[in-house]
């Protein structure tokens, strides 16, 4: 919190707001040279210090030098506000200095330390104030058990200048407790027990510059309660519970108001009759509150105000002209993670000055370059998605960088995923493409089973074009994505890899299903007559083409119902959940990725299950045991990995979808990760658990492979021996196969339901 940054500084008020008014009044020689530096370079550009060179955007303040002299890289914190002007250096001060000089008290508690006019009583158990001596001038006593502040308790120490009162357990407070502490400029009350004061109980602080109420359950309090207090500038109530601010004026008795932080607290109500008289007030902290409006003249007498934050509040609508009268003191703005606010063309139109703008969390849907134009002096700006900082080109940092997938240079961000795109659309389209190849040349046993397998392998090679295609456009948009991100999500092409993504995913899954309930009633019921005729499975593969198509091409029909589906990321794939998405998108990706996916997986786990149970209960009667154990190994390796494939791939898409459901933050990592290596799973690893794995298609390859060796060694040798000879060497060369009845175990192994 600022107040603790500020308390751990142990700096003065005075040097404080000197700090506080040197950077926030941006002299006209900065300005003047900031437009000189920056004239030279194109829109979008920004120069290396005083040298003629001039870099993008994306490359200031990325962590890394990329001028020569290293200028991109200053000036990149957002030091407009006192919390990040204090540096590190400040902050690694000790909070309590050590007190090593002579005490110069004649009176103090034997539980306490003294130096000169300081005592130290922290975490000692006092449960009342101790005697002192009249000179003392700072007192710590945080962190005991006092718990009532009577009448006068201090009224003897005049002298006393800073005091601390912070964890205790002060529940109530006397009218009078303060009395006589005619020169205290610090108060410290912060985390007690605290929930209303007495009219009054501050009126002989007229010194007090500092006061701290923080973390203490006050609920309401009177506009009497700061008389006397005209000389406070740091006021701080976090989270105190506070419902409304005093009204109808809260500064009447705060006529030196610097700063006022009040995050964290319910308030609801804010308009210009609360704030009229805080015409001094140059810093407004309101975040994490319940704000749902703020009317148009609420900032009217504000007129020095440099720092406002709204931000984590429920407000929905800003009129146009909320900030006008702001327009030549605001230098920095907050008002993000307002999730449902609308911005406006013109809302920043009149703050010239600004020079950090603040929106994440906001959803800007009519985004345009011309909202941010006005803001010559914006150094800063912080956006929902990375992809709305190609409409502020001359602003030098503009953040997020990336969402994870994205980056501002590349439509993919890592250079993992751009390389393992094209790595896994290569391995997704040969691995199909070599099974539909192969299986129309090798004769099959089943011949409705390899066409189902060769359909399925057509809707697993789609999913490598998919992936194809993302490759083809993260090489296009190299190094300028931001320009073309938004652009890119809306277009045609996005939509339809989207399309094409969906249309595998759901085909194959669908396929995967049929072809585990064909092998489970096969498998399971092996004299029943349940098989499907050739005509029956025509209909079954037509009937899941078009159920597929049909759940990839809803969402392009109705925008208006459905949103931009596809193009909510830039790899165009509709997994994750955002409070932005429309409830009928949310509800209808749910349905299949919780609903059918989920079902269809449940349905394949039950069916492979019972089916290694099946086999395994039929061998139970082999009389070879060690031949029926390595059977049932087998066997069972080979349900195990297509189990395991499809739960490598479901699993985890059914987690990332919950989670968004559920409004948990998702990195953009993980999203990239599930689709460019996780989806495509199944899709490269289904030829090869449906065809390369099973003994009936090897043995044909190998027979293949032995008819092309034999024809060769006949091409080579035809001149120096009979065919015939050559014929019968061959044949018991190491292509030669027994007749089938002289084959071991050949019942089971011609049985297709182990193929």
């Known amino acids: 919190m600022r107040a603790e940054k500020l308390l751990r500084v142990g700096m003065d008020v005075p040097v404080i707001l000197l700090l506080i008014q040197l950077t926030r009044t941006p002299t006209t020689a900065l300005v003047a040279s ?14 290396c210090g005083n040298m003629s060179e001039c870099l993008p955007q994306v490359l200031h303040c990325n962590g890394h030098k990329d001028c020569p002299n290293g200028a991109d890289e200053w000036r990149c914190g957002d030091n407009v506000g006192l919390a990040d002007l204090i540096g590190e250096t400040l902050q690694n001060r000790p909070v309590i200095q050590t007190l090593e000089n002579e005490c110069l008290l004649q009176k103090y508690a034997e539980s306490c330390a003294c130096s000169v006019t300081d005592v130290d009583c922290v975490e000692v158990n006092l449960q009342d104030v101790p005697e002192l001596s009249p000179n003392v001038t700072w007192l710590s006593l945080k962190s005991n058990k006092i718990r009532i502040l009577s009448d006068f308790v201090f009224s003897d120490y005049s002298a006393l200048e800073k005091l601390f009162l912070q964890n205790n357990s002060l529940q ?3 009218k009078h407790a303060f009395s006589g502490l005619y020169s205290l400029k610090k108060l410290f009350l912060s985390e007690n027990l605290i929930s209303s004061f007495i009219p009054g109980v501050f009126k002989d602080l007229n010194q007090l510059e500092w006061l701290m109420l923080d973390h203490n359950p006050l609920r309401s309090l009177s506009q009497d309660t700061f008389i006397g207090l005209q000389s406070l500038v740091y006021l701080s109530m976090v989270h105190t519970s506070l419902q409304q601010l005093p009204h109808p004026s809260f500064c009447q008795h705060l006529p030196a108001l610097d700063w006022l932080d009040l995050e964290g607290n319910q308030i609801q109500t804010l308009n210009y009759s609360i704030l009229k008289t805080c015409s001094k007030l140059e810093v407004l902290l309101l975040m994490d509150n319940r704000i749902r409006r703020v009317p148009e003249n609420t900032f009217q007498s504000l007129w020095k105000l440099a720092e406002l934050n709204l931000s984590n509040n429920r407000i929905r609508e800003l009129p146009k002209n909320t900030f006008k009268n702001l327009s030549k003191s605001l230098l920095k703005l907050n008002i993000s993670h307002n999730p449902h606010l609308h911005i406006h063309l013109s809302h920043f139109s009149h703050l010239t000055q600004l020079q950090s703008l603040a929106l994440e969390g906001i959803e800007i849907p009519d985004i345009q370059t011309n909202m941010f ?5 914006l150094s800063h700006i912080y956006f929902k998605k990375f992809q709305y900082c190609s409409y502020a080109p001359h602003v030098r940092s503009c953040k997020p960088n990336t969402d994870g997938i994205s980056s501002f240079e590349d439509l993919l961000a890592n250079m993992v995923l751009r390389v393992s795109v094209w790595v896994m659309a290569f391995i997704t389209c040969f691995g199909n493409i070599l099974v539909i190849g192969m299986r129309s040349l090798i004769r099959a046993e089943n011949n409705l089973h390899a066409a189902c397998i060769k359909v399925l392998c057509c809707a697993d090679c789609l999913m490598g074009v998919y992936l194809f295609f993302v490759g083809v456009f993260d090489v296009k948009f190299r190094g300028q994505y931001n320009r073309n991100a938004l652009l890119w999500m809306e277009s045609v092409e996005c939509r339809t890899i989207g399309f094409l993504a969906m249309l595998s995913s759901e085909v194959s899954v669908l396929l995967l299903t049929y072809l585990t309930l064909e092998k489970f009633l096969v498998i399971v019921f092996p004299f029943s007559n349940l ?10 593969l037509s009937a899941i083409w078009l159920m597929g198509f049909i759940i990839a091409a809803v969402p392009l029909m109705n925008e208006d119902v459905f949103g931009n589906y596809y193009g909510r990321n830039g790899v165009c794939f509709p997994l994750h959940s ?6 009928t998108a949310k509800g209808y990706s749910t349905g299949i990725f919780l609903g059918l996916n989920l079902v269809a997986f449940l349905v394949i786990v039950f069916s492979y299950s019972s089916m290694f149970y099946s086999i395994y209960k039929t061998g139970i009667n082999a009389t070879d045991l060690r031949s029926r154990l390595h059977k049932d190994v087998a066997v069972a390796n080979r349900f195990f990995f297509i189990v395991f494939s499809d739960a490598l791939c479901w699993i985890p898409i059914f987690l990332v979808k919950v989670l968004s459901l559920l409004e948990v933050e998702i990195p953009g990592t993980i999203s990239s990760w599930v689709v460019i290596f996780i989806l495509p799973i199944n899709s490269a690893l289904n030829p090869i658990l449906y065809t390369l794995t099973t003994s009936f298609f090897r043995e044909q390859v190998e027979l293949l492979l032995c008819r092309w060796q034999r024809r060769h060694i006949l091409k080579k040798d035809q001149k120096s021996l009979t065919s015939s000879t050559i014929f019968m060497e061959a044949s018991r060369g190491p292509c030669y196969r027994p007749p089938p009845y002289l084959q071991r175990g050949s019942l089971v192994r011609a049985d297709p339901r182990y193929a």
């Open 531 to 540: 098989r499907p005729s050739k005509l029956q499975t025509g209909v079954i």
């Open 172 to 174: 109530y407070i006397s």
């Open 578 to 583: 955002d409070r932005q998405e429309k409830p």
């Open 373 to 377: 134009i006005p803001m010559k002096n």
């Open 34 to 47: 900031r437009v000189e530096e920056e004239a030279g370079c194109p829109l979008g550009q920004f120069p």
